[in-house]
């Protein structure tokens, strides 16, 4: 019944080694974190043709370098027993959890792990900078065109955090 309570079963092969998607390296923890987050553009089921998915569209300028991306409007987050989220999703939970992975300096760029895929996939030298365009535009400029980043952000690695949540769970210490 949509918008009733009601708990999450999952079965698992293993246990994953985490799960914060930008952390998870094997195929069990990205499994489970798929249940829980959702990136920007996702794969069709049992293709590799990209659908929208937290970004209800983007379009693609300057010779394939910046990429824009427009949110859908309304999604929330979940919340739980010590933190209700005061806002849906916005620009800034974009950036949180790309710039916590791209910036050594960043954070919460420490917290948990190193953030295997995303430097293994070359993003940190691809990406010249993600900025904020309004609550629901980000913008994404590579320092080249490269035909895999579109597809590469539909990786587990491209869940989208809540940076609310983030800031709530630093402030409890």
């Not at 420490?110 to 900078?129: K, N, P, Q, S, T």
């Amino acid at each position: 019944v949509p918008g009733q309570a009601r708990t999450l079963v999952y079965c698992s092969e293993g246990d994953p080694e985490a799960l914060d998607p930008g952390l998870v390296t094997t195929t069990t923890a990205m499994s489970v974190t798929w249940q829980m987050f959702n990136s920007l553009v996702e794969f069709a089921p049992g293709t590799t043709d990209l659908r929208p998915a937290l970004a209800e569209s983007w379009a693609v300028s300057d010779g394939g370098r910046t990429y824009d991306f427009l949110l859908r409007e309304g999604v929330r987050f979940h919340a739980n027993a010590r933190f209700t989220p005061s806002r849906p999703l916005e620009a800034e939970d974009v950036l949180f959890s790309f710039l916590r992975q791209w910036q050594p300096d960043h954070p919460y760029h420490r917290v948990g792990g190193d953030f295997a895929y995303f430097r293994d996939l070359g993003l940190a030298g691809l990406i010249e900078g993600i900025e904020r365009l309004d609550a629901r535009r980000v913008r994404f400029r590579l320092k080249e065109p490269d035909a895999t980043f579109l597809p590469n952000l539909a990786q587990a690695f491209g869940g989208i955090l809540s940076a609310e949540y983030a800031d709530h769970l630093m402030r409890q210490g």
